[in-house]
């Protein structure tokens, strides 16, 4: 065991080198977080200097692959601290159209009540919500596919959570319609009519959640084509 003396030297001698370390390279010291925090910080102003949305997207892409090492490791070692890299890789994941991607850290940042970086005002549940929403919506506006099950998966791990109805509203909206949109055109057989009933459900509780959500019209559309096949048999 060191005497007193020499371990005052010890303890000084560690912090000078410590101390010229860090002059030298002021990252020598930081932990993995405190260092992921510097790349997350570089790359945002990239993305700031960047005024397309589209081109923002793409760049996102491009960068979310060197943060999976570390997403994979905060999930993994499931702690559940508040971890502003790991929601912003959440909200890039969105942006950038990986839903699987997300929809992983978003099962964890629910469970463990994570918060949003400061700058966001939604809550956890209410972005990853609408921004779901939004995506599906904009899909198919432009004539994409969507990809309904990943709005299911929302709706699941949503469910029970704080938000506003019309946030909601928006997420059975679009399920509703989506399942509308994979089952083609009337008359429907038993499992397209199966699968309409379904997005009837999502219709309504869309309605009843927001009745300004935008729905009436394909809701009442859906309803004559469902008792339309009915009568006919063709679900038969």
Avoid: C
């Avoid at 793409?58 to 999930?75: A, C, D, F, T």
């Avoid at 809550?123 to 919500?129: S, V």
């Avoid at 935008?214 to 008792?227: F, N, Q, S, V």
Wanted: aromatic share 4%.
């Amino acid at each position: 065991m060191p005497t007193p003396a020499q371990a005052h030297f010890m303890r000084a001698t560690a912090a000078a080198e410590s101390s010229a370390a860090a002059e030298e390279n002021p990252l020598a010291l930081a932990t993995g977080y405190e260092l992921m925090l510097h790349k997350l910080a570089n790359d945002r102003r990239r993305l700031k200097a960047t005024e397309s949305t589209e081109i923002k997207a793409e760049i996102k892409r491009e960068l979310l692959s060197e943060y999976v090492p570390y997403v994979e490791g905060v999930l993994a070692a499931g702690t559940g601290v508040q971890d502003d890299v790991l929601m912003t890789i959440l909200i890039w994941r969105i942006d950038a159209g990986d839903g699987a991607g997300a929809i992983e850290i978003a099962r964890y940042a629910i469970a463990h009540q994570l918060s949003l970086p400061d700058g966001f005002k939604r809550k956890t549940p209410t972005l990853i919500a609408e921004e779901f929403a939004d995506s599906a919506k904009r899909a198919r506006d432009g004539g994409l596919p969507v990809d309904v099950t990943s709005l299911n998966t929302v709706l699941e791990i949503t469910t029970g959570q704080d938000m506003p109805d019309e946030v909601r509203a928006k997420l059975h909206k679009e399920i509703g319609l989506a399942l509308r949109l994979s089952i083609g055109e009337p008359p429907f057989g038993a499992e397209q009519l199966a699968l309409g009933f379904t997005a009837m459900e999502h219709m309504k509780r869309a309605m009843q959640l927001h009745d300004k959500v935008g729905i009436k019209k394909e809701m009442e559309k859906l309803e004559r084509e469902l008792k339309n096949s009915t009568t006919s048999g063709a679900g038969s």
